[in-house]
Nanobody
Framework: QVYLVESGGGLVQAGASLRLSCAASGRNISTYDVGWFRQVPGKEREFVAATSWKDGTTYYADPVKGRFTISRDNAKNTVYLQMNSLKPEDTAVYRC???????????????????WGVGTQVTVSS
């Protein structure tokens, strides 16, 4: 079992930055792919960013490329999402997830992930 707790969300103005944290317990996540997803009411959960444990490759959804950065601190068993130049359309609940048992959906697919945090709210005002 992997337990994930997100933090760092909040209410900010457009153009501001936030850094989300995803702290893991139960297992060392340094050997698992980790992703960030976001969801707004009435819409499907969408991929934001992911990091591959094998070679450190990072993946980003087109709307966040160049603005968001995913990173790991293996010593702290934590994954971060640095979000810069935030826009009102970034408003959502952000959840991190761990791919514990790779099943072939792909690192950007929510169905690939086995353990999820409850999320942290990010609200960006215009």
């Amino acid at each position: 079992q992997v337990y994930l707790v997100e933090s760092g969300g909040g209410l900010v103005q457009a153009g501001a930055s936030l850094r989300l944290s995803c702290a893991a317990s139960g297992r060392n996540i340094s050997t698992y792919d980790v992703g960030w997803f976001r969801q707004v009411p009435g819409k499907e959960r969408e991929f934001v960013a992911a990091t591959s444990w094998k070679d450190g490759t990072t993946y980003y959804a087109d709307p966040v490329k160049g603005r968001f950065t995913i990173s790991r601190d293996n010593a702290k068993n934590t994954v971060y999402l640095q979000m810069n130049s935030l826009k009102p359309e970034d408003t959502a609940v952000y959840r991190c997830a761990v791919d514990y048992d790779t099943t072939g959906w792909g690192i950007t697919a929510r169905y690939e992930y086995d353990f999820w945090g409850v999320g942290t709210q990010v609200t960006v005002s215009s």
